[in-house]
Every structure is written in structure tokens, then in C-alpha cells.
């Protein structure tokens, strides 16, 4: 008996240590995010030199630079460049390696003037031809180019000279700098090595010097870049880090001084810590979709019904930490055209969503919303579920891996309603109806399918004025709300999280980070 | 003349009770000892607030709110989560799904176990060739196991269940065996044999009941253990989906938001002590009843 007493009691003393690690642990926590946590945004003073060491999650994949792939998120616009790329803040197309362009009143051509001082990184010229085999790789199918639907309108590229060319196309396009955006300009002398990671010869401010797959790529500072003396840093190594949670881990403890791939909730907790600070870059719509042929989402009433039960600011504060606008259209707000009065159509209104459903004569249906494998779809879900709940819908959650996601994506099928998630809204409208599945209007994800919807994607497309694109959009946005296929939960930009001691990275419009002019205000290495 | 009773009415009914079934007695006393009460006592509290969650809960454990992270307060004694829950509802739904996990996989599991373990008194090649499997299975740590049945069924109730089962299989299987291959050799079975006492009596009347002590104690572990699988996998988002609350799917949560609301993982880890804490009790007392004779 003497010898099994003691275990007895150092049971029950190991059960109150745990309780008390517990609580520790928590006031631990507690103090570490109290009100001193750090607002701070800006970044320590500029100073040259130094080596910047970053994260991300996916491995590079060089060989995939014209289909925006995330794992040259970091690399590709630091050591590539592209014709235009669009300002953030305007919305409207800056000259990179393009020093002046005049698109044809009718949008059906446009005329583009090279400068004339960039050079390769091997030494060689840029000309018009090397951007003309660009845009062929983007044109041909097989490359999986995000630009390829527009590079298709493309009936003629012409070069002038070696810095002058001209491009016309089958159909008015206004959108051809989303084409340029995504579209970084490769030379063709080394193209095909880029995909082993050698040779891999940009025009941007930093050099691609080495690539161990799976492992560190490494960047270093070219020397005879046009603008050299706007390069702060001397090299820059990316790390690539596949757990999100090891991000974190590495940024706070200085391993790495900015990553990418952390999840948001964790980015949003750490910047609250003094010394480090938040970085807004691309952004997406997140859609509630229904198709349009299954019951009983094939009546327009149970879709609109479902869009105005759902509390569209509780998911903006209780799962994006008030990091995201509570929005009924998918565009940027800086779309030409962007009405909004139409972005707060589905307000929360649970009582008219209960009307709506009783004039459909839909009550207590059950099915399955699909959601993806993440906190945050999971969690956009349980509200959604919780407000249908509300007004007598029983939704049943199918959770997705990405890969099955994606799967059902392209078989044009969701199976189900879906929280719809990687859904960019960097694009302009004239291009997203054009190519993202659930606006086309040929193979439709959400089956939506007639003439007068065709009409109103190809007025969205082929507008060439800004006041034709404002009357196109109000009008596509007009039958978008009333059919409520695809109505947008939330928009909200993707978060990561910097040491303050890093400052001028620069995102691109389609989410992209561009390194060339990043400083650190203490440089090392 | 009156027949006087050689013991007290009391006493007889004891021994009664004792001639009748030894087993279930010796099993009994464990629940005597003050381990065993406190055991019993958190578990009994702890099933009876799961059975009666919904009476005692009526609005389910889903009521969202626009409050959200907030500490423990009178109202809420475990606070609220992000959506503005209750945790101490949600913790004991959560209850409601570990316990339906726990006490149906690990007796499952004990019992498959115990019969692979003794299919050698059928045929000792199939019981040489199922002891192999049971040590494929052991080579499968509990959360590999759980994650590759995750992967293949999917996340949800269901593969935490056959992970708990299937994890149980071994130790069960071996025990059995053992008691088996112990027994066999022994006179009273060879002369049982001898007798042509079928092979299917002879393991139900004698092999069995020698294994059944390391068997029960050994599902009592279990049922430790099988608390910790359950939110092992739920921690790394691989157990029941939400909004469907568990112990470990609460943790989870609770881990996400440790730096803004650190009182979150308090209540749903305490909850999990104690239920592991109950369970190792009652494992302790049957451990000491069994070894008591």
C-alpha cells in the first residue's frame, strides 16, 4: 500500500503543476500582447548594404514565370521586369521597361516605346524582340500563361526598330496591361534553362545568382542596373520554409526579417508585437457560389435569400480582424466604373431572407457548403452555417483539401454551394469575366449560362472608354446582384507580417513582392 | 429444535454474491478505494453533464455572438470564443464527443484485440500470422496512424474512431496471447483436452478469465490514451470538423488566438486533465484490485 500512496498524490500533484503551467502560460501570453503591443508601421531608416534574408512557403519554380506561380512570389519582379505595372493606389498602368505606350481610341492596337538603356543581366540589350517572343510564350497554350486569354486577342506583334513595336488585336482591348502586369519579359537566349533555375537572365535590380531546390534561393545586386544607386541591398537570400507556423517562428526570432505564407491570424498577432508591423499586398474576394442548376439554388430567390442572411461585417471583424471591406462586388475599388452603392447590396437582413425563402417556398432545406482545409474558410463557414441556420437553411460542411478543391474547379463542378476561397481580385473586370471560371460565359463553375449574360461579359471586355466601361460594369454588376451566383462574402488583402528593421518592399497588384529597393535599416552580412 | 446460521445474513449474501461471480466482484472493489471514487465521481459528473448537454443547454452549442475573445466572466465561466460562444457549453458538447469516442472504440478494441490474440487456440499458423500484423500496426505511432486514415477517409468522428481502435489492437492482441501460450501448457488444460473439452469452452472457461485482468486494466489505459489521440489529431485540425465542438478541436481554436485571448485553451484543457486524470484513476484502482487477490 506504502509503495502505491505517493503515485496516487503525484498524480494528483502533476494534474495542479499542469493547471498552474496552464495559467502561467497564459499570463505569460497575456503581458506579451498587452496595450504596448506595437501600431508601428514604418520601417528604420533607409541605409545601403546588407544582406536581407526572407521566407516563403513554396519552393521556386523558375520555370513558371509567366503563370504567376507563388513560388516566385519573391524572386520574379526582383529580378524580372515587366512592361507596365499598375499602380496600387490609381489603378492605372506605371512604365517599367516600357517608356511610353499610346493604346488606339478603339482599344484594338497600341503602340510601345522601349527605353533604351536596359540591359540584361548577361550583358545583352533588351529589344522589341525580346518582348514579342514573350508574349508568343504567353499566347501558347501549353505554357499556362496567366495572361493567355488576352495574349490570344493578339493578331499582330510588329517591331520597329529595336525599341519600338506595335500590337493589334482581334477585339477591343482595354485590358492589355493586366497582360503586361503578368507578363515579365524573358530572354530568349536562356529561356530554356530557366526552368533547372540556371541562367535565368531578368532585367531587375537583383541578379538570380543560385537556386537549391527546396532549400535557399540567392540574390545578389546588379551592379549595372539603370537606376543602381536606388539598390539598397547587396544581396538577398530567400529561405523556403513549408511549415506556416515555422515562418512565424523564424521572423521572431530574427532568423529571417520578412516571409511569406504565415497565416493571417498569426501575421495579424505578431505585428501587434513591438518591432514588427503588417504588409498589405494583392487581395481576393471570397465568394458564397451556388450553381445555378441545383435545387434549390436554381431559383434566384433561394441564392439572393442566402446572400442577405449572411452577416457580412461578423466575418470582416471576427475572423479578419477588421482587415477586410464587407463588400457584395469582387472588384478593386479602383476599377473603373466601381459603384459603391451596388457593393452594399446584400446588407444583412435576415427577415428578408426569410421572406424570400418562404416566397420560394423553401423551408428547412439541408446541404453541403464546401469549404477549404483552412482556419480561415473554416471559420468564414461556421458563421455562414450559424446565419443560414437562422433563417431555416441547415447547412452540413464538406471540407476540401486544396488539391481536391482545385480538382472540382477544373471539372467545373463544385458539387455543393461553396465558401469560394484563392479567389484574386487584382484583376480588372474588363479580364476577370474573361478568365476567372465562375464569370465566363462559356463553361461557367456555377453553370450560369445566357444570351444576356454573354452580352454583358463581352460589354465588360471589349469597353474601351472609361465612361463605356462604367455603363458596362453597372450593368454586368446590375444582373451579377440579381442572379447572386457569386456574391462576395468579403474582399480582403493578403497579410504578412516584417521586422521593422526591413522597409521598401514593394507589392504588385496581383500580389507579387518586388525586393529591388528594400533597405534595412541595420544592415548585416 | 431452530437451525442457528453459521453467519450473519449479511455476510452470506456476500459470500453469495462472491461464489457467484469472483470476476465482477474483484472488479467492483476497485470502486471502493478512494481512488477509484474520485475517478468515478469526475467521470460520472463528466458523462452525466455530456448525456444531459442538451436539456441543460437547450440553445445548442453553436449560439453565436458579436462579443468575441472575452474572458471568463459570471455569465460565461470559460469565456467566449471568436464567434462569440459560450466555451464551457462547447466544452461540455465537447464531451459529448470524446466520451462517445472513448467508450466505444477502446471496448471495441479490447475485444477484436482479445480474440486475434487468442486465434491461436484455432489454428497456430493464424495466430502467428495475425501477431505479425498486430506488429505492422504497432509500428504505426497513434497520430501517424490517425493522419494516414485521415487521408484516407477524410477528417471527422469516424477515422478518430478506427484510429483508437486500431491503435488498441496490439497491446489487447498480445495480452491475449500471452495468457494463451501461458495457459496451454498447463496441467488443468492438457487434462480438459484430455477430456475432449471443445477448444471454444476451454478458452471462454479458463484461458479467458486469466487474460481478462491485464485486459481490463489495459483498456482502462486505453481510454487515457484514446483522450489524447482524440485531441492530438483535433489539435493539427484532423478530428471533427467545426463548428461540431470536441476537447481537441477546442484546443485547437484555443491555440490560435493564445497571444490575444489566453483564457481560451484554460477551461477546454482542464476539461481534458480531468477526464484523462479520471480515467487514469479508475485504471489505477482496477490495476490494484486485480493484483489485490
Redesign the interface.
Known sequence: MSSRTPAWRTRLIAAAASVALLTTAACSAATDSGPGGGKDTAAGPVRDGGTLTVAQASDADPGSFLKTSVGNILSEYTVLETLTLMDAKTGKPKGVLAKSWKLAPDAKSIDITLRDDVTFHSGRKLTARDVIFTLKKVRDPATGAAGQAIAQQITSMKAEGDHELKLTFSKPTPNVFDLFETAPILNPATYDDYAAGKNVDGTGRFVWKSWTPGGRIALTKYAKYRDAKNTHLDKINIQVINDPTAIVSAIRSGRVQYGVGAAALDARSLSKQPGYALLSSGGSAIPFSMDVTKAPFDKKEVRQAVQYAIDRRRIVQQVEGGHADATSLPWKKNAVGYDAGQAKHYGYQPDKAKKLLAKAGVKGATFKVVTLNTPEATSIFQIVKNNLAAVGLNAKPEVLSATEYDGRIAKRDMGAPAVQMMNSNALLPASAVTSRPEFVPNDNLLHVKSPAYTKLVKNVSDASTPAAQKKALHAYNAYFLDQAFAVPLITRPTLTVRSTSVGGIAPTQTGFLNLGQAWLSEPKG | MTDVPLTAPGAAATATRRRLNPTLSRYLSAFRT??GVIGLSILGIMVLAALLAPVLFPGGY?Q?G?N?LTGPSAQHIFGVD???RDIFIRSVYGLRVDLSLILTAVPLSMAVGTLIGLAGAISEWLGAGLQRVLDVVIGFPGLILGICLVAIL??GWFPLFLTILIGGLPTAGRLARGAWLTQQGREYVLAARVLGVPPRKLLVRHVLPNAMDAIVVNGAVWMVIGVYIEAGLSIV?LGV???TPSIGVLLNNGL?????A??Y??GP??VL?LLS?GF??IS?ALN?AVNRR
Open positions: 478512494p481512488r453553436d453565436q458579436s468575441a471568436e464567434f462569440g477524410g477528417p485540425g470538423q467545426p463548428p490560435r488566438f493564445v497571444t490575444q489566453p483564457t485553451i484554460i484543457g482542464v486533465l486524470v487514469s484513476l489505477d490494484e
